[in-house]
């Protein structure tokens, strides 16, 4: 599976669009986006995905580089409880890979009143 | 519907001693993992189930070994613990390679 590399941290303000980077740029043509979170030591909650095309849902929206090379997830009015931390995950569903994902450092992101 | 659920929640051990962490679904998911996840550090896979009866190794297998008698259920097992397992560890399951990873809340470990 790809690399990705994330900033190890941001900061944003309650109400206002959290932008989180990714940068994947050995990803192949068969590997997803995957988005994770990880509130206070629980287990990780799934965000959304995407292969290609830009996605949205009701939590966040993906936006992959038309070179698939980097990818930001937006979610549109941050509040307290987003603050968590944020996995970027680059995945080959096919052949052997069985679901299984390769978690980094990920990106905290500090939501501030 | 309680999603992924896991046994105990916490637990204090002593160097050389063995315990058995459950992991249990009832979304009939096929997939299930077990992760460790060490302070300040993204998660790790130990082993996971492609489905019942079977079970294969993942990133960090050593000195653990599961069991998936049946669908529901994923056990992993310290037969000698260390206490570099002193680790968060959690569970979980999805319903396809491509599907959506559930997680459990977690069991927080320490082997004195």
């Known amino acids: ?36 979170r990880q509130i206070h030591s629980q287990g990780p909650q799934y965000i959304i995905h995407g292969l290609k095309n830009n996605e949205t849902n009701e939590m966040a929206s993906l936006i992959i580089t038309e070179d698939r090379k980097s990818s930001t997830l937006i979610l549109p009015h941050a509040t307290l409880r987003d603050t968590a931390v ?28 | 519907n309680a999603g992924v659920t896991q046994t105990p ?6 160097t050389g001693q063995s315990m058995t962490l459950l992991c249990a679904q009832d979304m009939n998911h096929e997939y299930m993992y077990w992760y460790r996840q060490d302070p300040g550090m993204g998660l790790r896979l130990i082993h ?31 037969e000698s613990a260390a206490p570099s397992q002193t680790s968060v560890y959690f569970c979980a399951s999805n319903g396809g390679p491509t599907n959506t990873q559930y997680f459990g809340p977690g069991t927080r470990l320490t082997v004195l």
């Open chain 1, 86 to 113: 944020y996995y970027c995950i680059v995945f080959n569903a096919g052949g052997t890979s069985y679901g299984k994902l390769t978690f980094g450092q990920g990106t905290i992101l500090t939501v501030h009143p």
């Open chain 2, 48 to 78: 996971y189930s492609v489905g019942e009866g079977t079970t294969a190794k993942g990133e960090v297998p050593d000195g653990y070994n599961v069991s998936r008698l049946k669908k529901q259920n994923f056990l992993l097992g310290l």
């Open chain 1, 1 to 36: 599976d790809a690399k990705t590399t994330q900033p190890p941290s941001m900061d944003c303000a309650e109400g206002r669009a959290a932008n989180l980077p990714c940068n994947h740029s050995t990803i192949s043509g068969n590997e997803y986006v995957y988005w994770y």
């Open chain 2, 9 to 14: 929640k916490f637990r204090v051990l002593k």
